[in-house]
Antibody, heavy 121, light 107 residues
Framework: EVQLVQSGVEVKKEGESLKISCQGSGYDFTNYWIGWVRQLPGKGLEWMGIIHPRDSDTRYRPSLRGQVTISADKSITTVYLQWSSLKAADTAMYYC??????????????WGQGTLVTVSS | SSELTQPPSVSVSPGQTASITCSGDALSKQFAFWYQQRPGQAPVVVIYKDTERPSGIPARFSGSSSGTSVTLTISGVQAEDEADYYCQSADRSNTVIFGGGTKLTVL
């Protein structure tokens, strides 16, 4: 059974750093792109980016490039999302998501349970 | 345009048919995918590649495509189908894009 298990709730202050994680199991971790989707409070889904654990090839939503870092450690089948300096606007639910590649892009076939990040000013 | 547009809300009575549309230029060249998100839960894919239904998704869910629009149809709506529905595709740079979401209310 495919599972994506994310780290727990985070409460931080503006300017602090943060790294959240997502551990995959039940499938060959190095065969699928895996990435992050955020959902601001009461809002829709926003794709952030993906990484291929085999070679750490990474793709970002253009507007988020430089704002966050996606990384992976295939030895422990874990992907990370990292901020060096949080803003209040980063307050959101963050979903880890396994991606399937098709001819020109990707879709998501499995989702993690979500990690709620709250950043106070 | 790299946007996908959905109606904010759709309401339907139990047993009726609900149709949710998603429109955008990207859809003339890229597949569409649909996700269901029940309150407090992670999304689940209900339609992929315009019309395909994953295993485990009830047959009352179907998808169709025409030009720059796609439609998610739920036939014989049940109370458990009340959720937010998001369409997804890719823009010209193959970046994943989502529609704004449609709240389906079962009256």
């Amino acid at each position: 059974e495919v599972q994506l298990v994310q780290s727990g709730v985070e409460v931080k202050k503006e300017g602090e750093s943060l790294k959240i994680s997502c551990q995959g199991s039940g499938y060959d971790f190095t065969n699928y792109w895996i990435g992050w989707v955020r959902q601001l409070p009461g809002k829709g889904l926003e794709w952030m980016g993906i990484i291929h654990p085999r070679d750490s090839d990474t793709r970002y939503r253009p507007s988020l490039r430089g704002q966050v870092t996606i990384s992976a450690d295939k030895s422990i089948t874990t992907v990370y999302l990292q901020w060096s300096s949080l803003k209040a606007a980063d307050t959101a639910m963050y979903y880890c998501a396994r991606h399937r590649e098709y001819s020109t892009s990707y879709y998501i076939d499995f989702w993690g349970q979500g990690t709620l990040v709250t950043v106070s000013s | 345009s790299s946007e996908l547009t959905q109606p904010p809300s759709v309401s339907v009575s139990p047993g009726q048919t609900a149709s949710i549309t998603c429109s955008g230029d990207a859809l003339s060249k890229q597949f569409a995918f649909w996700y269901q998100q029940r309150p407090g839960q992670a999304p689940v894919v209900v339609i992929y590649k315009d019309t395909e239904r994953p295993s485990g998704i009830p047959a009352r869910f179907s998808g169709s495509s025409s030009g720059t629009s796609v439609t998610l149809t739920i036939s014989g709506v049940q109370a458990e189908d009340e959720a937010d529905y998001y369409c997804q595709s890719a823009d010209r740079s193959n970046t994943v894009i989502f529609g704004g979401g449609t709240k389906l209310t079962v009256l």
